[in-house]
């Protein structure tokens, strides 16, 4: 995986080295380049971000600013999500690489004193004398660094007599010893240490290693000695091990010959830093390594994921933007045709009209007001009139960038105005308004029943929470 966290930065330096060549942030070059190839040039999108982004003095002059600017910060969020995550991925890589246990290839570091006994696990690769090879995973105790023999020691009758079942591990008794025995060095509430001797290391270590390859039918008898210290005080148990051959299959054989000569290198040298781990097990060569879980590749993966999913929810989230912009105007519409006919009504014309409610806007924006989309719709109409536009095409466009039915039924309105007189429609405005007022209190109610709906799965998670209150105090009093 490092070669592939290398490539992906590699390639960001190289693409941040272009972009500084061409005066450019990186973001702003991937656009450059990937709109030269077309990649950018979706029409919907395009025309969502004209709606949102309304500019009434200079619409058509910033389009492909606007344009720019929302895939530019969409490659920007998406680029630094990948490039950090990268970086994670790869010092999560490097920290599991060098905090390792296993060094040049053949000794295991051990704890320092009082941190504890160490379990790694290996990878051997078994190379035979004929070229095959195959590999294998070991789990390997290395114990801490002891200090010197100064320990005092305590005996305890109660954990001498439960030693016998303590230390038998798969064995169903010391009476039949066919594996390696639990030789325990401390024991649950019992403030000692516990050491083992035997009587024959060539049948049992120490360490309950049992080396029972060679023993006869018959068995081999071993006295195994615990000795248990506390402070100044100590006490000696003699335990009768009778150990009988193993039955092994032809693999388990190897293995077990390869954890006994692990046992032994372990059992060498126990005050140094390191243990050497064997190169050759019956004549087949053992290459380790040292077994990890790194995390750091499935990191880099949900990385790359939600970078490209932010990247594509920057269009969803236009989306959501669209949809809110066509509530605010289909609440702003009843409003709208109110003021025009109450305007129209008192004698003013349409151009007029249109003038006033645009520039009322203005200047209450000015001051800190909200900003309303089909305001600056009507904003927008007012410089095309002015730059000389007919005030029927002027009408007609007004309605189809607003993208709505009702607002382009009142375009239709204003346009037949001027084409057939001023006569009935007055009358059709205040028709238009009465319907108007019926969709926006349709439309609240519907929000209303929305809202409601959202809010149901808060208020069961509530009664939930209510009921447990309720019942688990009540349970305990009943079980009292």
Not at 51 to 73: C, H, I, M, N, T
Not at 103 to 111: A, I, P, Q, S, T
Not at 114 to 120: S, V
Not at 166 to 171: G, H, S, T, W
Request: proline letters at 2%; hydrophobic letters at 40%; charged letters at 25%.
């Amino acid at each position: 995986m490092i070669v592939a966290y290398a490539a992906v930065i590699v390639m960001f330096l190289v693409l941040y080295c272009m972009a500084r060549r061409k005066g450019m942030g990186l973001s702003a070059y991937l656009y450059e380049a990937g709109r030269k190839k077309g990649m950018f040039s979706h029409k919907k999108i395009q025309e969502n971000i004209c709606l949102l982004w309304p500019d009434s003095g200079g619409r058509a002059e910033r389009e492909g600013e606007w344009l720019r600017q929302f895939y530019v910060s969409k490659i920007r969020l998406a680029a630094g999500m990948l490039f950090a995550g990268t970086l994670f991925s790869v010092s999560l890589y490097l920290s599991d690489e060098v905090g390792g246990t296993l060094k040049d290839g053949k000794y295991l570091k051990r704890n320092a004193y009082g941190m504890g006994d160490a379990e790694t696990e290996l990878q051997a690769e078994i190379r035979e004398e004929n070229g095959d090879s195959d590999i294998q995973d070991f789990v390997v105790y290395v114990g801490e660094q002891q200090y010197e023999k100064n320990i005092v020691r305590q005996l305890g009758k109660q954990l001498a007599g439960s030693l016998p079942d303590l230390i038998l591990a798969e064995n169903p008794s010391l009476e039949e010893v066919r594996g390696n025995l639990d030789l325990i060095r401390n024991a649950e509430g019992y403030p000692f240490r516990i050491e083992w001797e035997s009587d024959n290391y060539s049948c049992i270590l120490s360490d309950g290693s049992v080396s029972n390859e060679k023993v006869g039918e018959e068995g081999q008898k071993v006295c195994l000695t615990a000795i248990m210290t506390y402070k100044d005080y100590a006490e000696e148990y003699n335990f009768p091990v009778h150990v009988f051959p193993p039955i092994y299959s032809e693999e388990e054989a190897f293995r077990k010959e390869v954890y006994n000569l692990l046992n032994l290198q372990e059992q060498k040298n126990r005050h140094e830093i390191q243990v050497e781990l064997p190169e050759y097990v019956d004549g087949k060569k053992l290459i380790w390594s040292e077994k990890k879980e790194n995390g750091s590749s499935f990191i880099f993966l949900l990385i790359v994921i939600g970078a490209g999913t932010v990247y594509f929810l920057r269009d969803k989230d236009l989306q959501n933007k669209m949809e809110a912009r066509n509530r605010q105007m289909l609440l702003d519409y009843p409003q709208l045709v109110s003021r025009m006919t109450l305007y129209m009504g008192a004698g003013m014309t349409v151009r007029n009209v249109f003038r006033k409610i645009a520039l009322d806007y203005e200047k209450e924006k000015q001051e800190g007001g909200t900003m309303h989309y089909v305001y600056e719709e009507m904003l927008f109409t007012c410089h095309e009139l002015d730059s000389g536009v007919s005030e029927s095409v002027a009408y007609s466009r007004f309605g189809k960038r607003c993208r709505m039915m009702q607002y382009m039924k009142f375009s239709n309105l204003l346009v037949q105005n001027l084409k057939k007189g001023s006569g009935g429609i007055l009358e059709a405005l205040r028709q238009e308004a009465g319907n108007a007022f019926e969709e926006r209190k349709n439309m609240a109610r519907r929000l209303g029943e929305e809202a409601g709906t959202k809010l149901l799965l808060p208020m069961m998670m509530m009664l939930g929470i209510v009921m447990m209150l309720i019942i688990i105090p009540a349970y305990f009093s009943f079980s009292v």
